[in-house]
């Protein structure tokens, strides 16, 4: 009968190798990754949720710098001059107190909305204002209509004053 060499008759010791080593730290750092996860994108919106309360607080702020500059609250809107009927809102008004000098400066408040200039070749209503947009905004881009840019929507706005909506006794809107 022929003997096995003397390696072959030891007990087999197992014991991890190398690579199984290294799956396990993979797979342990993978786990900390997905339990991270969660905290980062909360601190996300946390600081999302801060810059849109800073937001509201300069609109605040604009307000009642522009009350200090003329005596008088902006108007909520404005009527134009050229009979189109596309007045300036009150975020037009507040331009100037929002840091947006260039943008107040190239309106003139007597014409609408429409006959606004162009601004760097673009409109003047499709211009992004960081002030009027919350950072949480999913669909903060320009509004296009038949090809050519709109407007760029706003997140904030004011109260216009008293005015009617719906009347359920009788079917009537506002």
């Known amino acids: 009968m022929k003997t096995l060499p003397e390696h072959r008759n030891q007990p087999r010791r197992d014991a991890f190798t190398l690579v199984a080593l290294l799956l396990c730290v993979i797979a ?14 909360a601190a996300r919106e946390a600081a999302r949720r801060s810059t849109c309360l800073s937001n509201v607080r300069q609109l605040g702020l604009a307000v009642n710098n522009f009350e200090s500059a003329k005596r008088h609250f902006p108007p909520s809107w404005t009527e134009p001059n050229d ?20 943008l107040s400066e190239s309106i003139d408040y007597r014409m609408g909305y429409g006959a606004a200039p162009m601004l760097d070749g673009r409109k003047l209503s499709s211009v992004r204002v960081n002030p009027y947009i919350c950072p949480s905004e999913q669909y903060a881009h320009v509004r296009i209509s038949g090809g050519v840019e709109k407007h760029f929507p706003l997140n904030y706005g004011f109260n216009l004053g008293v005015w009617f909506v719906w009347d359920p006794a009788t079917g009537d809107g506002g």
């Open 28 to 41: 342990i750092i993978a786990i900390l990754v997905l339990l991270f996860l969660p905290a980062i994108n």
């Open 83 to 102: 009979g189109t009927g596309e007045g300036w809102s009150i975020h037009g008004r507040l331009l100037p107190f929002l840091e947006e000098e260039v």
